[in-house]
């Protein structure tokens, strides 16, 4: 059946599309902003990409950037793998999730700034106290994913396996892994967005090195050229980011979702 | 014309003697335990009997009445609170034994799994070699009529067609003995008569035994060479009623007298138990 292959093609133009359209379309509001509040408060769209240019191309820029991309990094491995492992352990045993879901969402409703000074006192100040509470950001909604997605594989697929007497690692593997994939992809999309944040926080305050720490400088010199560069940046790395993930998530739900749903 | 050759497994003769019996249950029950708030729950037995090697059997009883209960007690998904299961002569504990298929009252096709990688799920878990699983899966998305969605996916399909798949998923490691859970229920009334010729046609040809839960009672009738009736809740065989029909039988056996006769009977065995069932659901509200 030829309409079972969803048409590739008009799914990639949707895909480059919607990004297109939210970038003009910030770009537009950001020229009226300028226009309005001057640039004091707000630099134009193109001096600002200009000065993002040269700033990046500076030999003292650099190690800045390594250092967050390093924090980053190491804070998502941290919230991806423990979350995964943290929701597959609790999920695999039902009595244990249920004790421990409550508990993970009230531990996630904590507004977590409010303990960035008792990270600080455990961590020190540096590259661990960014880590740690990056990962703090991203591991429980994570863990949460994957506790779910492992919970809700349907019994009826389960049971299938077993009648078809697959071993145990065969039935994880066949069965369990990509039947809760789509759903422990969507934490791990999440959790990225959550631990870019988490490690930006963590930034801004009590570093020396970093985008936060300059971005925080910029503000202390009311820099407004590079605040808003800097924030260029790492929104084009977050959405882009996304936009990737979100091209991933579309092919593991390829299955699930009712014919053409992206046309 | 097709055939189900390719689905021909080599059958244990049965000892000239006394055949012996395919499967066998014995002084089965099963309990399932309380959960919170609730009374534990004796849904089935105690049950004996026997499958005989190569029938159609079915059974029928009312909703709730252990029927599903009893099909994963018989396939060996599920361990009996009491009593003993055996499968050609070897004891049936805790794990589905090589040569039994089971389909389920529910859908529990693969949604990440093309048809065709649905169909060849079991083979390329058994290590089959490829050439071999090609054929197999071919000939079962023929027989089942899914050769036009061969490619698609389950969400594409209609509950019928998904349901379809899963039969197909078992019908291509050969059982022997195949145990089906109400696997027409989501189709119209058409196209059940079309699969239960189907169904008939692939029991001649293979020689497997069958076990078929349905509630229709017309269609209990024309498949089966018996038919074991349920009591209401726990669930017991109160009659196994023998058809008589011949082995290359099909849906025109609907026309003869004798056929009325036998729905009339089952209709009359049944007509109780399901009172009684329905008796159950309610008392069970006004507790609750
Ligand atoms: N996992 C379970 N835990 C507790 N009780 C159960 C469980 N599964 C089934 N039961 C109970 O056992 C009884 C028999 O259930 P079963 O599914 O075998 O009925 P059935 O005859 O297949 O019904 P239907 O025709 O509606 O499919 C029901 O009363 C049901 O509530
Ligand atoms: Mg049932």
Redesign the interface.
Same mark, same amino acid.
């Given at each position: 059946?030829t309409?079972?292959?969803p048409p590739r093609a008009s799914i990639s133009v949707r895909n480059a599309r919607d990004p297109v359209l939210v970038c003009a379309a910030i770009v537009i509001g950001w020229q009226l902003l300028h226009e309005l509040a001057g640039d004091v408060a707000i630099t134009a769209p193109l001096p600002t990409l200009s000065h993002l240019l040269h700033m990046v191309g500076q030999a003292r820029f650099l190690p800045h950037l390594g250092e967050t991309a390093m924090a980053f990094g190491q804070a998502l491995a941290i919230s991806w793998i423990g979350g995964v492992v943290i929701g597959l352990l609790l999920g695999g045993h039902k009595l244990t999730g249920e004790v421990a879901e409550p508990v993970l969402v009230t531990l996630y409703s904590l507004p977590k700034v409010t303990l960035y000074p008792v990270i600080l006192l455990l961590f020190g100040l540096g590259m661990q106290a960014k880590v740690a509470f990056g990962a703090f950001h991203g591991i429980i909604p994570v863990a949460l994913f994957t506790l779910n997605a492992v919970r809700n594989v %349907?019994a009826?697929?389960l049971?299938?396996g077993?009648?078809?007497?697959?071993s145990g690692v065969?039935q994880a593997r066949?069965?369990l892994l990509?039947?809760a994939?789509p759903e422990v992809f969507a934490g791990l999309r999440l959790g990225f967005s959550l631990t870019l944040l988490g490690t930006m926080l963590g930034e801004l305050f009590a570093s020396q090195r970093g985008l936060g720490f300059l971005l925080m400088k910029a503000i202390d010199l009311h820099d407004v050229e590079t605040i808003l560069a800097i924030a260029v940046l790492i929104s084009a790395f977050a959405v882009s980011a996304n936009m990737a993930l979100l091209a991933v998530d579309r092919r593991l739900r390829?299955?699930?979702? %009712?014919?053409g749903h992206g046309a | 014309m097709r055939t189900a050759a390719a689905f021909a497994t080599p059958v244990t003769p049965a000892s000239a003697a006394a055949p012996a019996p395919h499967a066998r249950l014995e002084g089965v029950t099963r309990v399932y335990p309380a959960r919170s708030g609730g009374d534990e729950v004796h849904a089935l037995g105690p049950i004996s009997f026997d499958l005989r090697q190569g029938e159609f059997f079915s059974v029928v009883g009312p909703s709730g009445c252990g029927k599903s209960t009893l099909l994963d007690v018989l396939?060996g998904?599920a361990k009996p609170t009491e009593g003993t299961v055996t499968f050609e002569g070897a004891p049936v504990d805790g794990?589905?034994p090589?040569g039994?298929?089971?389909v389920?009252q529910?859908?529990?096709s693969?949604?990440?799994?093309?048809v065709e990688d649905n169909v060849a799920?079991?083979l390329r878990?058994?290590g089959t070699d490829a050439a071999e699983t090609r054929r197999r899966v071919e000939f079962a998305i023929g027989f089942m009529g899914l050769r036009?969605?061969?490619?698609?996916?389950?969400?594409?399909l209609s509950g019928g067609m998904r349901q379809r798949v899963?039969i197909a998923?078992?019908l291509v490691?050969q059982p022997r003995l195949i145990l089906l859970d109400e696997p027409f229920g989501a189709l119209d009334q058409q196209t059940r008569l079309l699969m239960g010729d189907e169904l008939l046609r692939l029991w001649r040809e293979t020689g497997a035994t069958v076990m078929l839960i349905t509630h229709a009672l017309d269609e209990a009738n024309l498949l089966s060479d018996r038919i074991g009736v349920m009591s209401a809740r726990p669930g017991r065989f109160i009659e196994v009623v023998e058809t008589g029909w011949d082995r290359e039988r099909d849906s025109s056996l609907a026309e003869r007298s004798e056929f009325g006769a036998v729905t009339s009977r089952l209709w009359s065995l049944l007509r109780g138990e399901s009172l009684r069932a329905m008796g159950q659901g309610q008392a069970a509200e006004k507790r609750a």
């Open positions: 059946m309409a079972a292959a %349907p009826a697929q049971r299938a077993r009648a078809m007497r697959l065969q066949h069965i990509p039947a994939l390829r299955g699930a979702a %009712p014919a | 396939s998904l794990k589905v090589d039994v298929g089971v389920f529910e859908d529990a693969f949604p990440w799994l093309s799920f079991g878990r058994a036009d969605f061969r490619r698609a996916y389950p969400s594409q899963c998923r078992t490691m």
